[in-house]
């Protein structure tokens, strides 16, 4: 049987949701990452310290008890957003990095930024105090088809933004395409990989007629791009780290208006490791899932260590979600029904 222990690992970007859904899903990060970066996104935008505490207080509510998990939160960027709330909130530690959406791109992201160059003085005061911007970089113009966002916003908005702030410290997330993986390499900038953009193409979608399951933002590509993600994800280069962008949604939504996002937390260390396996990649499995992001956001490594093992995981179809006395929805995780190869055993010392 085949075993590895590594560093704990931390999920550089993750979606946590609010209210029951945040108590029933949160174990699942906390159990066996140290740290998650907290996605802004909630219903009501987190664009004020003052909200920031209080998202934060309602995670640290929903968490096991004696669970040493630390969320980090991030401010979400608006045409409005106001320099002076934003640099005192990471100079004070509440906010770890601040997060830009081009309006309407993703779930939740209708206060999302308009104009990118509107924010230029901020970008410059947050590379003068070493703030993180992570970035969903697609443009959002309904005249580029849906497949060739990311490369266009690239193009459009990122490649200038880079030039200028060049000590700026950027995050592309869940990059999606072998032009991504050239740019993140070429321009000294981070770059977030999910699970899913390394297991699913985007054949997934129309798989047995259209399967919301595998519908997420940025959506999957071409074979040949998936390939390329395989390649940076399992390469050990500094540049590329863990972000699951697990996004969990009940299944009478997921079903009925087909909302973007793939729950992965339940499965998401197993998942990247049957791709690292695959790859022929074990040995680089640590510096992807929990020393690359540390390093990258000048933060030390977990002191913690996870035991995972090779054997066969049959994934559940769906997890409830329950309020004190009944079951009032279920989630369907990434992997559902199908067998993976390995576990996560857990804490070794
Ligand atoms: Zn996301």
Redesign the pocket.
């Known amino acids: 049987m085949k075993t590895l222990t590594i560093i704990k690992p931390d999920d550089w970007?993750l979606?946590l949701r609010e209210g029951l859904v945040l108590k029933n899903i949160i174990h699942f990060t906390s159990e066996f990452f140290g740290r998650a970066i907290v996605?802004p996104n909630t219903k009501n935008p987190i664009t004020t310290i003052g909200g920031a505490i209080s998202y934060k207080k309602s995670i640290l509510e929903a968490l096991p008890e004696s669970s040493k998990f630390e969320p980090l939160m991030t401010m979400y960027l608006t045409d409005d957003t106001d320099k002076g709330e934003l640099i005192n909130g990471f100079k004070n530690n509440i906010f770890f990095a601040a997060k830009l959406y081009p309006a309407n791109a993703?779930t939740n992201s209708s206060h999302g930024v308009k104009k990118i160059e509107n924010l230029y003085k901020i970008f410059e005061s947050m590379q003068d105090s070493g703030m993180p911007l992570l970035i969903?970089g697609e443009v959002t113009d309904p005249e580029v088809d849906i497949f060739d966002r990311e490369e266009v916003f690239i193009d459009r908005e990122l490649s200038p933004l880079a030039e200028r702030f060049p000590k700026l410290k950027i995050v592309l997330?869940?990059i999606t395409t072998s032009y991504a993986v050239d740019f993140v390499q070429e321009n000294n900038i981070g770059a977030t990989i999910t699970p899913h953009h390394l297991h699913i193409n985007r054949n997934a979608m129309f798989f047995g007629g259209l399967n919301s399951d595998f519908y997420c933002l940025p959506v999957a590509k071409r074979e040949k791009n998936r390939i390329a993600l395989r390649g940076a994800a399992t390469s050990g280069k500094d540049c590329f780290f863990l972000g699951s962008?697990s996004?969990p949604h009940l299944r009478k939504w997921k079903a009925f208006c087909g909302c973007a996002g793939i729950f992965n937390s339940p499965v998401a260390l197993q998942s990247y490791l049957t791709v690292f396996e695959e790859e022929n990649a074990l040995d680089n499995f640590e510096k992807f899932a929990s020393l690359n992001g540390p390093n990258f956001y000048n933060v030390p490594a977990n002191k913690e260590k996870l035991r995972l093992v090779s054997r066969p995981n049959k994934i559940t179809e769906f997890i409830d979600v329950v309020d004190e006395k009944n079951t009032v929805g279920k989630i369907k995780p990434f992997h559902a029904g199908e067998t993976l190869k390995w576990q996560v055993e857990g804490i070794a010392i």
């Open positions: 970007h979606h996605m993703t969903h997330e869940h962008d996004a």
